[in-house]
């Protein structure tokens, strides 16, 4: 089996990560240093959303 390292799109100056992984899961990661809740914009949000719904219909 191919093993590729998959894409990483990141949002919210790189404290959402999104790839989606060799089995076809859509991942969702967040990272900041106090693991506090990510806050979004109103362009990430909708961003991040239509990320999800493009990579889920390719499944």
């Known amino acids: ?28 990661k967040t990272r900041n240093e106090f693991n506090d809740p990510v806050e979004l914009a109103e362009h990430d949000a909708l961003a991040l959303a239509e990320l999800l719904i493009a ?5």
């Open 1 to 28: 089996m191919n093993e590729r390292t998959p894409h990483v799109y990141e949002f919210a100056n790189g404290e959402i990560n999104v790839w989606v992984d060799p089995g076809g899961a859509i991942c969702i």
């Open 55 to 59: 990579l889920a219909e390719k499944q």
